[in-house]
């Protein structure tokens, strides 16, 4: 694992020896899958499990994946399971004891019960054999973010040790009944802490080794001396009382994980033992003293605190989601579980544990929800519903909620179904907020069809009025232009050379402005044709349409020195006339544009392109792909400034003397575009060039 993959996944840091196999296991390869794809439940487990300082152990999913931590790892032996077990299924990992722990394990992903149990004797290949381990461990129940049992929580400590110490304590007990000739010898050799105490007083008669260190003094401390005057905290502990009961009447008493204040390390502390205080009697029966046989189970005892604990905080997760759960069991739906998501959703108040689901909740009578629920039961096959009003007696009121919910059967480890685990989510605000929203939205919709009616036909009403205005305008002007120009002509021949130089200079530039007048209302009437919507779409081919522009403009591109490259053009359904305008008026530009003593350059270039990579443009029809088509030149170019402004009608960047031109052009390249259900668009820069791109839909 990179120091990157670490980092992103920070619940497999530490953890010792078992962290780092952790962490370099391929889990791609086990049916978890690799770590980041892990359910966010199995990431928590794993990384409590790995900072635990006590022996944990997890089975996750239905293959029953392993997990365990570097506290558990020295139950595994040497030579045995380890590390082999990490990662692997529990059948192929346990087959010596698979069948005493797989009806334990599949009880608590049944019946969601933990339980806890002391000193078993589960035997497991270590150290090169079968190996008889005694353990106290119990087995939780892991609830996954979807409320089904997604592994069985292990929390262990081996007790072989102490188990050991109880059959040899049971086995010296035997040997002391049946050899009291050898009683001081046999206490001597005790595995365990033995002594005698001897009369009322409890005189220490004799005493081994063993409870010696369990005292927590030396043996010349005790000697000859009644034990509660050195153990003095013990005495005000109650051990005393104990002691003369046990003398008075022969009564024998044991305890196991009984409190006590011993010395430890120079000073006192609890520690914990086993004991038991038996009558020491004379041949006759007559009570001479007590016998007391300890063991000092301390560490054991800590670890079941530790182990409870545990067990609670699993619990506790369980308790505490976030989501509702509750646990219906029998067909009857009795109510053994709910937590306080599915407590505060019913509205009903805490006291809900023992009644039936129909009894809780005796509204759903009526909502068809309690037949689904028998028939989960009845058939076992799970219930899932989203978005699902229901309606709800809430703190005493009737109110309609809305739900994602889940009946889920629990099977008992016969495969019979015993019970049903209801999961939910409120999505009540989710789906209020929906209904507004559609409600944010119809009004808006509504009040936008009604603006863009009126607009729409205000705009066609002035568009229809303009462009007849326009086409009569132009064409009611075109005759005095062209009489200007006629006449203009005709006394140009009649007085030939008899007109002074500058009488001819006045008429030359009479005829230029009417030259350019005509120009001007031809342009305009084009222009005001390209609004009518009537001409018919046809296929038109592009490449066709720049041959035969380039074809117009032979005699332009010879004194221009151009040349005009192009990528293979689509064809389209569109207007002939106005795309044949459309190209005319950009390569004219282009040509017209150059700049002195250079040679022009005219590039087409042509991509198809799909909505999605065109990205949200609200100008350009709906289609299923485009046409985006570049006309790029080496001319001089423009401001980028400027780009907005040069598609307008009569707008010019230079003076007429500079370059001839209506400032029509590239307005009615705009116009046709638009007509078509493109856009158009320009970017340049001074000195250097200009570039026109044409969207334009496909089909």
Known sequence: MTATDTKKHQFLEGGGEMGALTRAYDWANTPLGPVEKWPQTLKAMVGVILHSEFPMFLWWGEEMIQFYNDAYRPSLGEDGKHPTALGQCAAECWPEIWDVIYPLINQVRTTNKSFFLEDQLIPIYRNGKLDEVYWTFSYSSVIGETGSIDGVLVVCHETTGKVRVLQELER???????????????????????????????????????????????????????????????????????LKEVYRTGKTYSAYGAPVTLFRN??????????????????????????????????????????EESEHQVRAIIESAPFPIGLYVGREMRITMANQS?????????????????????????????????????????FHARNQPVDLVVDGKLGTYYFNYSFTPLFDRNGNVYGVMNTAADVTDLNQAKLQIVKEQELARQKIEEVVAERTRDLQNSNAELSQFAYITSHDLQEPARKISTFIGMINKSLADKVDPRTKTYLEKIEVSAARMLALIRDVLSISQLSKANRQLENVSLARVVEEVSNEFELMIEQKQATIESDPLPELQAIPVQMSQLFGNLISNA????????????????????????????????ALFYHKISIADNGIGFSQANALQIFDIFQRLHSRSEYEGTGIGLAMCRKIVENHGGRIYAKGESGIGAVFTIILPGQ
């Open 266 to 307: 120079g000073g006192t502390a609890t520690s914990y033992v086993h004991f038991v205080y038996e009558a020491f009697r004379e041949a006759d029966g007559t009570i001479l003293g007590v016998m007391v046989v300890a063991s000092d189970v301390t560490e054991e005892v800590l670890v079941r605190k530790q182990l």
């Open 342 to 382: 599915i407590i505060d959703v019913w509205g009903k108040g805490p006291n809900q544990i023992g009644k039936t689901y129909y009894e809780a909740l005796p509204e759903l009578e009526s909502q068809g929800i309690f037949p689904l629920l028998d028939r989960v039961f009845m058939t076992g096959e799970p």
């Open 172 to 242: 010296t007990k035997k040997l002391l009944l049946a050899r009291e000739s050898n009683l001081l010898s046999v206490i001597r050799q005790a595995p365990v802490a033995m002594c005698i105490l001897m009369g009322p007083q409890h005189i220490v008669e004799t005493a081994n080794d063993k409870m010696f260190e369990l005292w927590g003094k030396p043996r010349e401390e005790f000697t000859g001396k009644p034990v509660f005057d050195v153990l003095l905290d013990a005495r005000y502990e109650g051990f005393e009382d104990l």
């Open 591 to 622: 040509l017209k544009f150059g700049k002195p003593g250079v040679p022009v350059c005219v590039r087409i270039n042509a991509e198809t392109l799909t909505r999605a990579q065109l990205g949200y443009d609200p100008d350009l029809k709906e």
